[in-house]
């Protein structure tokens, strides 16, 4: 039996397909408390999660200000869905986090990793800052969309140390790009595509350090998104729980 209550599921019918959308987290047993933020949008076809940095009041601010920032922009634009409005809102985002820092001396950051559908279903957009994840599988082919922005990722690719390196091990905390850098850096913006039977996963974390390929792959073929979540979450937790654990699985089926 899953250790995790089972969420609920949104369906949105577009012109071409019928998207289904859950989402969950549990905080695992690190932390006191659940710095990861998720949204599942009530009313239109997008889903975003954000992971805090650290395990104090900044990280928890950051993804607070972050995600309704970026959802509010989203909503407020919609039906227009295009790489400048979601440009606009990821840099609202880095804005509204950045002033929720202002002034105090922990850090205030946290990743931001989002999947917005256009009103007809044909595109999506994966918009990205941080190491928080987004996976496609199609067609029995689970495939990373995103790139970690971290040293690790980096050092790993580039043969500085190898994967396994306690070197690698600290980089995996230096987070080259996320909300509320004081560098204000891009966030990656991908067009792609969506085809029925197609299933998401936007993660933290939580999820893609503990569940390993073959588990999340068995996940996410149930038929049902809030059992693929849950099962995700007891995953991590099976694992050992070291971490706050985020997700939310789109899948699209055929417009009914």
Same mark, same amino acid.
């Given at each position: 039996?899953?250790?995790?209550?089972?969420?609920?599921?949104?369906?949105?019918?577009?012109?071409?397909?019928?998207?289904?959308?859950?989402?969950?987290?549990?905080? $695992?047993?690190?932390?006191?408390?659940?710095?990861?933020?998720?949204?599942? *949008?009530? #009313?239109?076809?997008?889903?975003?999660?954000?992971?805090?940095?650290?395990?104090?009041?900044?990280?928890? =601010?950051?993804?607070?200000? !972050?995600?309704?920032?970026?959802? !509010?922009?989203?909503? #407020?634009?919609?039906?227009?869905?295009?790489? #400048?409005?979601?440009?606009?809102? /990821?840099?609202?985002?880095?804005? /509204? &986090? =950045? %002033?929720?820092?202002?002034? =105090?001396?922990?850090?205030?950051?946290?990743?931001?990793? $989002?999947?917005?559908? %256009?009103?007809?279903?044909?595109?999506?957009?994966?918009?990205?800052?941080?190491?928080?994840?987004?996976?496609?599988?199609?067609?029995?082919?689970?495939?990373?969309?995103?790139?970690?922005?971290?040293?690790?990722?980096? $050092?790993?690719?580039?043969?500085?140390?190898?994967? *396994?390196?306690?070197?690698? /091990?600290?980089?995996?905390?230096?987070?080259?790009?996320?909300?509320?850098?004081?560098? !204000?850096?891009?966030?990656?913006?991908?067009? &792609?595509?969506?085809?029925?039977?197609?299933?998401?996963?936007?993660?933290?974390?939580?999820?893609?350090?503990?569940?390993?390929?073959?588990?999340?792959?068995?996940?996410? &073929?149930?038929? *049902?998104?809030?059992?693929? &979540?849950? #099962?995700?979450?007891?995953?991590?937790?099976?694992?050992?729980?070291?971490?706050?654990?985020?997700?939310?699985?789109? =899948?699209?089926?055929?417009?009914?």
């Amino acid at each position: 039996m899953s250790q995790v209550a089972r969420g609920e599921v949104r369906r949105f019918t577009l012109a071409g397909l019928t998207l289904e959308v859950a989402g969950g987290s549990v905080v $695992g047993n690190r932390y006191r408390e659940n710095y990861d933020v998720l949204h599942v *949008d009530p #009313a239109l076809p997008f889903a975003v999660v954000a992971d805090g940095m650290g395990d104090g009041a900044g990280s928890r =601010r950051a993804g607070a200000a !972050a995600v309704p920032t970026f959802a !509010a922009r989203v909503r #407020a634009a919609w039906p227009e869905v295009g790489a #400048a409005g979601l440009r606009t809102a /990821a840099d609202a985002a880095q804005t /509204a &986090v =950045r %002033e929720a820092g202002a002034g =105090r001396a922990e850090l205030t950051g946290c990743t931001l990793t $989002g999947l917005v559908v %256009e009103p007809d279903g044909r595109q999506g957009w994966v918009v990205q800052l941080g190491d928080s994840r987004a996976y496609r599988l199609r067609d029995d082919l689970l495939e990373l969309v995103t790139t970690d922005h971290t040293v690790a990722w980096l $050092g790993v690719l580039h043969g500085w140390y190898p994967v *396994d390196s306690p070197a690698a /091990a600290r980089a995996r905390y230096q987070l080259t790009r996320y909300a509320g850098h004081p560098a !204000a850096p891009e966030a990656d913006l991908l067009a &792609v595509t969506l085809r029925p039977g197609d299933i998401w996963l936007l993660c933290t974390d939580g999820v893609s350090d503990q569940v390993g390929y073959h588990g999340m792959r068995d996940a996410l &073929v149930r038929a *049902d998104p809030a059992d693929a &979540v849950a #099962a995700l979450l007891d995953a991590s937790l099976a694992a050992g729980g070291a971490d706050n654990a985020s997700a939310v699985v789109l =899948r699209a089926r055929p417009a009914s």
